[in-house]
């Protein structure tokens, strides 16, 4: 775990809370406004800001293959689908969960997943202010639930109120003159809890919150009801909540996946953010003592509409912190320490530089004050293994309280500030759409927010537009995901000039004067080498989709886009064809491609290699035409008439991977046949008969198996192949002989996008970027050893953060021009991070090519 550095604290803006007695939603005392002397950070003894966990994953993971399977199932509709024709409430019965007393939750006192939805069934009941809706399924298949409080509404009303939210983001020069909008327009607030599994308090907060909304009669609860909708995703991880872990059934770190949208959870969370439109949003989680309520310390994202989002984001943030000292806990009596607020208390190390979180990630839709809220006592990991259960439910009981507080404030806020926040949120949307420029911060342009500095500004240079060219299977992607993520894109129907350059028909144009041209950007440009700014980041610090995902995007400086031949489109076009004639060839330089490879090798195509090798993929026989057809249907690919009738036979090979969760997920995501293994596997007796190719990445140390496992392990790869990744399969290699060469290890928190040179047959075709974490580079190569890939010779870095450790050594400048992908006649070793969280998809052909490769034939 890293601790974070202080800054000198911030003055304290002092926030007078109209507490009322009477009223349900602010029911906790109020508390004096903490001098600014005693802020956190300047000797109250809060404990400091901790990472929560490694970013990089170490262990082997073992999800099974259908989590995967689920994952990559289409998702259903989303939920604006059902707006139009249903007003408030919508009640449904909710069919009970078998009941399971090996749910974690039970030892903390809480609420158990298969108790939610007896106890959703039951609010509904409770009158006219309560709905239920199912939003999916988790990777563990366990249903997901929204729960919508509002003032009752007519099927009118509801069609109104959709009206007017689609004017906002749509017409947002028009919403902002528009006075049905000021006077009826409903807030739209979101509560999102339990997105990590093993912090558990922010479902039962919320479901004691629904409960209190559900039966108050004061002024103040009927007011807020009559001009919000506040919707509580009651556990956004199932599994995690069940299971008592960080990550869904499929191992994932919800929290991390916004930007790649791997998980059906994410996705439904992503649905509600287009669907519903928040203007304010928290996502709960623990535990950080004191409390800890964002807004985070820099480098802050450069995309947002950053002066809007501090302004409302930290006036919402004092409030909570009002509430939250305002329960009474102490030090001394209950261990818990006052609240902290990042941007006010901490130097750096809890920033909000990439949109992988949730309330980042809302930014983007329009959500003004959005927040992290870290709930102050462990119950989790370690303590839920060794305190005692009174320790832990008294724990429990307390973080609820804390977390209520924080609920009940935030509501308050949007009761007295709902008119400034829907106004705030429709400038964000028009200032997109009218290309204008973003707003720096100052004490100037954020009153009420003292002590920002220069350190706190960070805007963006937007293009003017972005092109993505080619009708390939990577571009078809790249834009499907842009149009999920509510950007809009438009397609040429002619060949078109732009900016003195001439594009094809069928490119694709993402105009950047569009209302959510903040995400367009973070998710196209390249990033910024953030390195100098800060000395930590929490997690990573680059991710352009526009370098890593295989599509050619281009950013287009000037020029205008009237009267070019433009059409909107809400789904890319599908590329995937087949000749009609002769031996067919496919590709291998896109990972639906090597899905597609392996779907016709699981059926027993008969395939070959190419002539010419991998770099030229694979021949199907014209033979197997129908089948080819249909996986150019299924996959999106495109078979060729091939010019010969290819090489030696292919055969699907079978992968032990010890892996992370996220290489795992890539290569199921690819179609292989995948085993989990670990050194814990091995040492208990693994039957290698079944397996053609080991992927080692993480959880596998040679050193650590005892002597049986070994000598299995040994005479495995005697006769088949390695690919590893990283440190871990560096160290295999060197353990067996595999490949003569020197791994040498960069910062372990570096990480990026970074320039490469392709050399080899691995990496033909290859994007000329690839990301790393952790990176590694290889040396001292034996005369067996070729070069698959080097890093660049110089502005290695191209977007992210990469320092050389407090040796001076392990930075950048030590990695140009060295090997970043090395292999030999019995291994391939990646110092790059290929399919890291199952996001850099234009580089998961190269460890695809790999494992084909050495999961061929036995040497003998």
Request: aromatic letters at 6%.
């Amino acid at each position: 775990m890293r601790i974070t550095g202080e800054r000198p604290a911030r003055p304290v803006l002092i926030v007078v809370l109209a507490l009322s007695a009477s009223s349900l939603l602010l029911n906790g005392p109020a508390r004096a406004a903490r001098p600014a002397a005693d802020a956190p950070g300047t000797g109250t003894g809060h404990e400091p800001v901790v990472r929560h966990e490694p970013a990089l994953d170490t262990s082997a993971a073992a999800p099974p293959a259908a989590t995967a399977r689920r994952a990559l199932a289409p998702d259903g509709p989303g939920l604006a689908a059902a707006d139009a024709s249903l007003g408030y409430p919508r009640r449904q019965v909710l069919p009970p969960e078998p009941e399971n007393p090996a749910d974690r939750s039970l030892k903390l006192g809480l609420v158990p997943y298969h108790g939610i939805a007896p106890r959703l069934n039951a609010l509904q009941a409770l009158g006219d202010r309560v709905s239920v809706e199912q939003t999916g399924r988790s990777a563990g298949g366990h249903r997901l639930y929204l729960v919508t409080v509002t003032a009752p509404e007519s099927p009118a009303s509801t069609r109104e109120q959709r009206r007017m939210r689609e004017l906002i983001e749509n017409a947002p020069a028009a919403a902002a003159k528009d006075p049905r909008i000021k006077s009826s327009y409903k807030t739209p607030v979101f509560f999102n809890s339990n997105i990590h599994g093993n912090e558990w308090e922010g479902t039962d907060a919320a479901l004691r919150l629904v409960e209190q909304l559900a039966t108050a009669g004061d002024a103040r609860t009927r007011g807020l009801l009559a001009h919000s909708r506040l919707y509580f995703n009651i556990t956004a991880n199932p599994d995690g909540r069940i299971a008592g872990t960080r990550t869904n059934a499929g191992g994932f770190d919800l929290n991390r996946d916004f930007v790649t949208a791997s998980q059906p959870e994410t996705r439904a969370m992503r649905r509600i953010e287009l669907d519903k439109q928040p203007a304010v949003m928290l996502d709960l989680h623990g535990y950080v003592n004191g409390t800890l309520i964002e807004p985070a310390t820099p480098p802050h994202g450069e995309n947002y509409e950053y002066d809007l989002f501090l302004k409302n984001t930290y006036a919402n943030a004092l409030g909570m912190e009002a509430a939250v000292d305002g329960l009474g806990h102490t030090p001394e009596r209950d261990g818990v320490e006052p609240a902290q607020i990042p941007f006010r208390d901490q130097k750096e190390g809890w920033d909000d530089w990439p949109p992988v979180f949730t309330p980042q990630y809302a930014a983007f839709h329009g959500t003004v004050a959005a927040h992290t809220v870290e709930i102050p006592l462990q119950v989790n990991n370690a303590a839920y293994d060794t305190l005692p259960t009174a320790e832990l439910r008294r724990r429990s009981a307390v973080n609820v309280a804390v977390a209520g507080a924080a609920m009940r404030a935030t509501l308050e806020f949007v009761r007295t500030r709902r008119v400034s926040l829907v106004a705030d949120q429709i400038e964000v949307f028009r200032r997109g759409a009218a290309g204008e420029a973003q707003v720096p911060v100052s004490e100037r342009t954020v009153p009420g927010v003292p002590g920002i500095g220069a350190e706190d500004v960070y805007t963006a240079d937007f293009p003017r537009a972005y092109v993505v060219t080619g009708r390939t299977i990577a571009a078809a992607r790249l834009v499907g995901h842009l149009i999920a993520n509510d950007v809009r894109v438009a397609r040429a129907s002619d060949a078109f000039r732009l900016a003195g350059r001439t594009y094809p028909r069928g490119s694709y144009v993402v105009d950047m004067h569009q209302p959510k041209r903040g995400l367009a950007n973070a998710l196209l440009a390249d990033g910024r080498d953030i390195s100098a700014d800060v000395s930590v980041m929490y997690d990573i610090s680059g991710w352009s989709l526009g370098r890593l995902w295989g599509a050619t995007v281009e950013p287009v400086r000037s020029g205008g886009l009237r009267g070019l031949p433009l059409q909107k489109v809400t789904e890319a076009a599908a590329v995937g064809r087949v000749a009609a004639h002769g031996d067919l060839r496919l590709g291998l330089d896109d990972p639906q491609e090597v899905a597609a490879l392996n779907s016709l090798l699981a059926q027993g195509v008969r395939v070959r290699w190419a002539a010419g090798g991998p770099a030229r993929g694979v021949v199907v026989p014209g033979s197997a035409r129908r089948a080819a057809a249909g996986a150019a249907r299924t996959y999106d690919v495109v078979l060729t008439e091939s010019q010969s009738a290819g090489g030696a036979v292919l055969h699907r090979p079978r992968v032990a991977a010890a892996a992370t969760a996220g290489e795992l997920f890539a290569l199921r995501e690819m179609g292989f046949e995948v085993t989990p293994v670990s050194t814990a596997r091995l040492n208990a007796g693994f039957d290698w008969s079944g397996t053609d190719v080991l992927f080692v990445s993480a959880g596998l140390d040679h050193g650590a198996l005892d002597p049986a496992a070994r000598g299995a392990l040994e005479v495995f790869l005697a006769a088949h192949g390695l690919v590893g990744r990283g440190a871990a399969g560096a160290a295999l290699s060197t353990a067996t002989g595999l490949l003569e060469a020197t791994a040498v290890e960069g910062d372990g928190d570096a990480n990026g996008v970074v320039r490469v040179r392709n050399r080899g047959p691995l990496t033909s075709g290859a994007p000329t970027t690839g990301f790393v974490y952790a990176p590694v580079w290889f040396t001292g190569l034996g005369p067996e050893v070729r070069v698959e890939q080097s890093y660049a010779g110089g502005g290695l870095l191209l977007s992210g953060h990469w320092r050389a450790p407090g040796n001076g050594t392990g930075g950048p400048a030590d990695a140009a021009g060295h090997a970043s992908v090395i292999s030999g006649p019995h291994a391939v070793l990646f110092g790059t991070e290929p399919l890291f969280r199952a996001h850099p998809k234009g580089e998961f052909p190269q460890v695809a090519r790999a494992l084909l490769i050495m999961g061929q034939s036995g040497r003998g």
